[in-house]
T-cell receptor, first 112, second 114 residues
């Protein structure tokens, strides 16, 4: 089954404790991206990757890191999480950046 | 940056009625896409319309695109309670300097009352 898998689905953690949200897709997609969704602000893109080893900042990259060492994986790293990063996060993948995006089920992060 | 803006923010209709949502955007696009999100879940792609297309249909969905007005509409005919969800438009914008972003609006929350 074609899918984008995010883990964990839910996480409550404390300020400053490094965390990684994993994202994996099984569709051989080149384009992958991370979004955060906050009430009243819609979806905002954090980082995107056009292909392996090619990543670029989206609209809200501060406080986040990504890597794309393999085509299928695109982890999101919060080196020193802060409460303002409490949000619902989505990973998405597609054949190309203008093509329909396939979204994961989301990761709800709460940073205390 | 927010490229697409949906209107209205919220819409409540009776089952069987038609629902129309609008999306306005600011800069030239190649494609405009509509997505659906059930509460707290991942977005699901509904339909993509190219800039040289004026109308597209998929089942009970009808999308129109007016590039001169930089606007699109999504019509859901004969709505069902299961159509209750948030609907988002997304536009592609190449801003130069190697930036390739798909930008989503804030969404229209549709409630279909049985």
């Amino acid at each position: 089954e074609a899918q984008v898998t995010q883990n964990p689905r839910y996480l409550i953690t404390v300020t400053g404790k490094k965390l990684t949200v994993t994202c994996s897709q099984n569709m051989n997609h080149e384009y992958m991206s991370w979004y955060r969704q906050d009430p009243g602000l819609g979806l905002r893109q954090i980082y995107y990757s056009m292909n392996v080893e090619v990543t670029d900042k989206g609209d809200v990259p501060e406080g986040y890191k990504v890597s794309r060492k393999e085509k299928r994986n695109f982890p999101l790293i919060l080196e020193s999480p802060s409460p303002n990063q409490t949000s619902l996060y989505f990973c998405a993948s597609s054949l190309g950046w203008r093509q329909p995006q396939h979204f994961g089920d989301g990761t709800r992060l709460s940073i205390l | 940056s927010q490229q697409g803006e949906e209107d209205p923010q919220a819409l409540s209709i009776q089952e069987g009625e038609n629902a129309t949502m609008n999306c306005s955007y600011k800069t030239s696009i190649n494609n405009l896409q509509w997505y659906r999100q059930n509460s707290g879940r991942g977005l699901v792609h509904l339909i993509l319309i190219r800039s040289n297309e004026r109308e597209k249909h998929s089942g009970r969905l009808r999308v129109t695109l007016d590039t001169s007005k930089k606007s699109s509409s999504l019509l859901i005919t004969a709505s069902r309670a299961a159509d209750t969800a948030s609907y988002f438009c997304a536009t592609d914008s190449y801003s130069g300097a190697g930036s390739y972003q798909l930008t989503f609006g804030k969404g229209t929350k549709l409630s279909v009352i049985p």
